[in-house]
């Protein structure tokens, strides 16, 4: 009896580890210190492995952080391009060790006490080609992804101080914390050396996760980091011109291309991925055969990447009837988009969400052109899909056709409109002048939270009991004001520096709301005691500029009235006064300093009924001779927009500048819902040596939408 791409019965002593395993060994390598005589001074021999990894696409070796980094890479022989660190590779049927060049690691450095932090990854660039296999990774976003056994391959030390290659079997039993750790079943024994080596779903036949640790006697054996994790590669800055602009686009496109060629090449004789999984059956009543499957990636795999997260989850969501709300990474490319539609419910059939998928992929906008000849190539292989199905009804196919053609009409549309442009005080431009920095800040691209803008939340609650502690949850929120939690953590130790967990989720949460030259803003919710924290100046990583000049802060109070001094009448004011300088006229009102002197604020009668229009502004600090509770009292009297500036080790004594600079900014702003934009382009400007806008150092902005409490605010008005 035979079985081919359209399914069939199956050999009951089949065993789907027989059909990979070679599959997955082949693909597997050792890594250890770069090989002697790669200078040209002879082979030397191969040292003992720091662990093993495995090819995911031509020339890119995928493993642990741990590995790759291990030892530290102290050696100047042992750096290479751009001081990144060398490492030596052993590839099944390469008779020499080979370089290869680590171009990404997360986390960069062990921070020390016990297993490396997740996601525990690392991408190694083949520096010397040679032949090799590739393994084929899982496109689907699962927390465990299977109930069946799963496979490790890697090395271990045998008795007699040889290494041998070595796999496994075991089952997942859960998961660890909330980054994507599996933990594995302790089955079979995950020996020292393993580490690095792909974990393999034996029933779909796929690669889903890395192996990390073994775990000690008696206990699991051991936890693997989720393939997922890839999604972590750095966002690419600044835009997007070419694939190789982003790594993770770069490295999943050439993993897709090549599997596909490997499918269309009769010439091929060695069993493929493809081949592996139709004899274990791998698509068994999905929408697509592995044929179809591998075929339609590598067209997806043609296509520039989507021109954002933010886009890829709106088209998933038309399409699922729900936005992506994980707190694993986001999908960020066509192949992970694909992933989300298996197992769709809610009465739409998985072949007809596959089929509009590919369709929009191929007619959405894109980030940089497209061969025409590739979407030609997608669109037809859509359309021969639907047409060769004998489920799918008439009217889907005819529906299809109509959807496509209206979809290349309003892009076509979207490219010739006139308006689209791209601001230079948004993307850095190397020539500054003042006046630019406020040209046309009241645009249509301009950052306007109170038009329903996505933003991202940090909370810092500092522990009550224990002193220089907090708790911290990132949040991102979506147009509608939705929250979706993206992580958290407790009993974190500062918050003068973000730990690299908070840095994960600072990033990932930009990610899925961050367009192009239109970063989402950060909204950081603080107690007043925390006010002055300049979380703007926090970088996500060594050699990554602010945060602050790099998109919109703006900062909210947790506790910004206390429950006795709030009435309706003052909740009715704050909302009087956001409504009012959001729908246009701002007067910008320094409270605290007249002649460059300190003055004691208004008093509360005085505050309370001043002009709606009016923006507060607060020239001094306690250390200047201001009010130590000014910041509190005029919170406290109805406004949610508040300008002010923090002592700064240079800050000027004469406060001219200050006020001629903040009364422009307000007063060009035009309305409140560009100053968060405002403030950035300045923060921007400071950080490349503008001199002009020197004033505006520790400039802070209260920017607290008073109709949109914080979660967990004890506040009678419902969050839209």
Known sequence: ????????????????????????????????????????????????????????????????AHVALRGGGGGSRERGEGGRREVGLTVRGVERAV???VEWAQPEEHPGGGLWPAPDLALIRLLEPVPHSCAWLTERTAK?????????FGCAEAGDGLVEDI????????????????????????????????????????????????????RDGGLASSIVQLRRLPSPVGQVLDEHDDLYQSVLHAHD???????????????????????????????????QRVELLGLLAELPPPVSTRRLDEM??????????????????????????????????????????????????????????????????????????????RWFRHNLRAEQDARLWERDDAVSDPLTRVDPA?????????????????????????????????????????????????????TTGELTSVDEDFRAIGPDEPPERLRVALAEAFRRGDEPEQPVALHVALPYALLGFPVEEWRLAPDAGRLGEQRPVVVRCTNPVPDAEDNEELRALRLSRWAKIHAGRMEPDILDCVDTRARPLPQPAGLLGRDPAAVPVMCHTPATGGEPAALHRVMASGYNVILWRRDTTDRERNCEDFHRGVTRTV???GEAGFLPAALWRLRAAHGLGVPDVSWSRGLSLLYDDPARPLPGADDPLETP
């Open 144 to 152: 465990v992804f299977t109930r069946s056994e799963v496979a490790f």
């Open 426 to 478: 948004i993307t850095g431009g190397a020539l500054w002048e003042l006046g630019s920095l406020f040209e046309d800040t009241g645009s249509a691209d301009g950052p306007a939270e109170h038009e329903g803008r996505p933003y991202v939340l940090l909370e810092i609650t500092p522990r009550a009991w224990e002193h220089g502690r907090y708790d911290w949850r990132v949040c991102a929120a979506r």
């Open 257 to 291: 291309r090549h599997h596909a060629e490997r499918h269309r090449d009769a010439q091929v004789t060695d069993r493929t991925w493809t081949d592996a999984q139709i004899e274990v059956r791998a698509t068994a009543g999905r929408a697509l055969t592995p044929g």
């Open 667 to 669: 007063d060009t702003a």
């Open 99 to 101: 370089r290869g060049l």
């Open 167 to 218: 796999s496994g079997r075991c089952s997942i039993r859960g998961e660890l914390g909330s980054e994507g750790l599996l933990k594995l079943g302790n089955e079979d024994e995950v020996p020292e050396g393993a580490s690095g080596g792909p974990v393999v779903d034996l029933r779909r036949g796929e690669v889903i996760g890395v192996l990390k640790a073994r775990r000690s006697v008696g």
């Open 1 to 64: 009896m035979t079985w081919g791409d359209t399914g069939g019965a199956q050999p009951l002593d089949v065993d789907p580890f027989e059909t990979l395993a070679p599959l997955a060994a082949a693909a597997t390598v050792r890594i250890h210190e770069p090989p002697t005589g790669y200078d040209g001074t002879g082979d030397g021999p191969v040292s003992r492995p720091w662990g093993s990894g495995f090819f995911i696409a031509p020339d890119w070796v995928l493993t642990c």
């Open 316 to 393: 998933l969501t038309a399409l699922r009837s729900r936005p992506y709300e994980g707190t694993l990474p986001a999908p960020r490319g066509w192949r992970d988009g694909l992933g989300l539609l298996y197992d769709l419910r809610q009465g739409v059939t998985e072949l007809e969400a596959v089929l509009r998928y590919a369709m929009y992929a191929a007619t959405a906008e894109r980030p940089f052109p497209a061969s025409p000849e590739v979407e030609s190539r997608l669109l037809d292989w859509v359309n021969s899909t639907a047409a060769a199905s004998a489920e799918l009804p």
